[in-house]
């Protein structure tokens, strides 16, 4: 079985291992300075490191003569001449339980919605952004203190399981796949810096909050400028899970004690950090 493996992040490194444990991985299609880099090394994988997918990378793609694609956390879009070339399949790692959550950050958005579920759904691959069939999906019970890292870590995982079940039942023959109620679909937004921006003048509520700081951890931040004393120049501020602050140039510390270091602040953010 020709399987390659299109991944570019830490998280997508988990997924990598798993699969390749499980089921070999014939090629890694990744970025450069990527966290893939090393298992590549490692493991000897064949790779290409590339900044775009053009018709040369294309064409050395296409000399595995692959069975499967599967894409996890990967960042570029596959052309639709790419995704045409495997045996069997092109598949994707989503993480969410689809048609839910589409698009780039469906494990913030499920953070900062409140959700009490999220899940990874394993989808054939279309030209139009995670709108294939679905082939499989799982869910995943949200911890209270989940942060988007501690998330994507979990789906990741559960993903990659998922996914050689059913690549090996579609080699066998023995599955199928729905498609999408479109009416269901909705669709999430890349997270820039000032999504994480707290504006002093209008703080928003403690759960909010918290959601927030869990949900753009550690992509975008929480932060906030913050002037320390009358004499001083103002200093951006970050929150942190687990109750954690850091003032820029300084380590991180306990709500508690930053209270107690600083008590002339805003009152209104005091009193959200209390």
Known sequence: MKIVFFGSSKYSLIG?????????????????????????????????????LSEDVIGKIAQTKPDFFVVEDYGLILPETLLNLPKFASLNIHHSLLPKYRGPSPAPSAILAG?????????????????????????????????TESLLTELNTLGAELITSVI?????????????????????????????????????????????????????????????????????????????IQVEGKKPLSYKDFLNGYQNLNPKLLSLLR
């Open 168 to 244: 090996k039942n579609i080699e066998a023959g023995e599955t199928t796949a729905t498609k999408q109620d479109e009416s269901k679909a909705t669709k999430t937004t890349f997270m820039q810096k000032k999504n994480g921006f707290i504006d002093l003048d209008n703080l928003p509520g403690r759960e909010k909050f918290d959601r927030m700081v869990r949900a753009f951890y550690p992509w975008p931040g929480v932060w906030t400028q913050l002037r320390l004393s009358s004499a001083g120049q103002a200093k951006i501020i970050k929150f942190l899970p687990n109750k954690q």
């Open 115 to 147: 959700e009490k579920v999220s899940g990874v759904s394993i989808i054939q691959m279309t030209n139009k952004v995670d709108a294939g069939d679905i082939y499989a999906q799982k869910e995943y019970a949200l911890k209270p203190n989940e942060t």
């Open 16 to 52: 990598a291992k798993i699969i390749h444990e499980s089921l070999g991985i014939c090629l890694i299609v990744t970025v450069p300075q990527s966290p893939l880099e090393k298992f590549v090394a490692e493991k000897n994988i064949p790779f290409l490191s590339v900044k775009k």
